[in-house]
């Protein structure tokens, strides 16, 4: 038994025990069953189900169903394991060797061996419609070594490789329906090598997929099959759970809990994840040029009283990007900005405000960001701010902040947590980068600490070059971070097995339903 | 004076209709193209980056000039290819025809709940003007105009599919597969927008049988001894068939907006939910493709309508 599978009979073991707790039934009906298909209401059509070329964070739900990775991660700390590459090692600093398991074909039947992937690799690195080109940016070549192995040789040493893997660039297609495909995608006709192969799309409606019976891992999936209903409304969506004619529903807001539990037929999973809600400041213009203005900004926060008010007390109170339970959290850098509204009128009034501030911000108009909205307003008079927020629909407010218009000086969003940290921090903290508004300069220290993040394999010399980098991005104040959502999930009591991560995409890995 | 053959009024009908598809769908382009928003933000997706955006905008000639790429579409549609959606790459012609459908059966099944209780109501309140059955039927009437369909949505979904469990909440069934479930998923969501049909119909039509009823030719039959049914029946009901007609032809034309909203609702995935997802996204062939289908329907419904009054009334010019 590999560590693997014995990790997933632990926890099946546990959710069959819980189970018995809970209906006091026999063993013999509750033991992990085959059969069935889950029904899940799903909140977005996807953009694309092509690894490559999609881009929104919402397509993993569908993603990780159909694709394998090159590397999975832990469902509770995110740290790398195995997936398709049985192993992976750094022999130096500027080589990742990937040792690829043997017998695992795609849904076509083609065998996902080492030229596969390096076919994979090469596409995600250069195809003109690759939407992932910069995730593999340190990698210089791809060889095969050996059927079974593959050998990247890196520009400069990049340890976030093996979680950046982990993602879409990680995410496995079948060469030979890339090769045969219109347009070299397989968007509208995925093949890859996951637990459930593609049965069907309809946009906006529906998405239907059947059990891989080749699956590579043993006993899996459990289910027949999934099938997806796009539910964009997330009330409605509830509602068809609690009517019965969907098993299961993700990402819900945390104000639909209460509601949901009133449902006698229904049961709530929720846990802590990346997903971060969070003010992007444009630091390149007033007011929050001056990082006392921003300083003060993260001060006037009451970050505990936010949670409880505007996320129903289901979520972490965030002081940086990175969660308590992530192996890279440093906890010395949460202490900066305790809540202080004298302390942020002090701000204010050394960078030349003394008779208040008026801040332009930009939001969405949904309810759930309407409310967040008026708590921080509220917030921020206490401390001598005048939050404005003009509101529109996503795409419009974040092409408006962010792209070339430069409207408004800060945006409440959020941002969605990537596998390796070092992404979250280049993406949003590097001089260039399309969510550093501004396009402004950061301190030379920060961004030879996200280098420096990525130069060492081990693991505590990560850490503490994540340290540097939290506390450089938190001291210069560069973003307002309010709290990390849970993940609200809600079932039908027959669906077992169903297990919160940390990254907060759902993956159904161990999932079964009870007749 | 001659009446012109059907062919060439229907011909000409047509023909005047282009104009009115080409200077609609092109308003709508424009509308699109002035909102701010940009899709190449969204097609260059979480991990974007400025140089990213400017080679999708080239990948997807976002970066050619705006009337080119109206231009562009309106030439493919000529060819009869609505083209496909930015996003996603399924073809427009491909989602309209699966989203139609749903739309369709929502929209007869209200027009039916709206004639049945709106044509009886109004009738009944004709008679006696005045009574305390006219004096309710209003009442009713003003209560289906005021209360907004998709607030009836929500009270019908929590009564009648969660608490009662009598009709599903959510969602729609293929006619084809399964016709009976397919009702079934449209009933609540056809009673939610059959509410203002039925008020309109029932006040429309009481208001044109009074009328009639008034006139000088229908004292003349109560003089010949005629029966009020018999002069209701065979004269009050045909005289006011044009208004009927063409209520009815507004109607259609209103419920097929009301969609809109009552699909959300109803997580009906029709050409409402469609329109939406298509303009929140700036996926402008999907919002291109179904202003041209609407269109072209509304355009459709008014042609019958015209067809029909005219052969029951040929005093009406063609």
Redesign the interface.
Known sequence: MTEMTRREAIALTSAAIAGVTLSGRAWADIAPKRGGTLRISAPA????LDPAT????SDHAFLFTMYDTLIEWDFETLAPKPGLAGSWKFTDPNTLVLNIRSGVTFHDGTPLDADAVKFNLERNKSD??S?????LASVASVEVTSPTQVTLKLSTPDTALPLILSDRAGMMVSPSALKAAE?G?V??KPVGAGAYAFVS??????IVVKRNEKYWKPNRPLPDGIEF?????LT??A??V??G?NDLIYQLPPRQKAIIERASSVKVVSGPTLYVLQIFLNWAKPPFDNPKVRQALNFAIDREAFVKAALAGLAEPAYMNLPKAHWAYDKSVAGLYPYDPDKARKLLAEAGFKDGLTLDLLGYPDQDSVQRQEILIEQLRKAGMTARFAN??I??A???F??S?KRGSGLLSAW?GRPDPS?TYS?MFTK???YNAGRAPVPPELEAAIKESRASEDIEQRRKAFATVQRLVMENAFVAPLAFQYELVAMNKKVQGYRPNLLGKPKYDDVWLES | MARRSPVKVVGSRLLQALPVIVLATFMVFALLKL?????A??????????A??T?IRH?YGLDRPFLVQYGVWLGNVIQGDLSQ?L????QVAT?IG?AFPNTLLIVVIALILALLTGIPMGVIAAIKPNGWVDKAVSMIASLGVAIPGFWLAMIL?AEI??RL?WL????AKSLTASPIEAIRHALLPGIAIAAYGMAEVARQLRGSLLEVLSSQYVRTLHAKGLSMSRILWQHGLKNVSVNLFTIISLLVNRMLAATVVIE????I?GLG??IV?GA???DFPIVQGVVFTMVIVVILVNLITDLLCAAIDPRIEQ
């Not at chain 1, 999609?54 to 964070?57: D, L, N, Q």
Request: proline share 6%.
């Open positions: 059509n996807p953009s694309s999609g881009g929104a964070g003109q419609k939407n992932i080109k910069a995730d347009g995608t968007a509208r799309w309809a946009d906006g409606e529906r209903s796009i539910i964009p409304e409605t969506g509602r068809s609690t009517a004619q529109a629909p795409a419009e974040s092409a408006a962010f792209a218009e969605t992404l993406l260039d980068a399309y | 909102v701010p928003g940009d899709i933000v969204t097609l260059a997706g979480d991990n974007a980056s400025d990213r955006i080679e990948i959606s996003l996603t790459g399924e989602s699966r979904v599919s969660l469990n599903p909440a959510t969602g959300a609702v109803f997580a995935p939910s469609l997802r929140i996204q700036r």
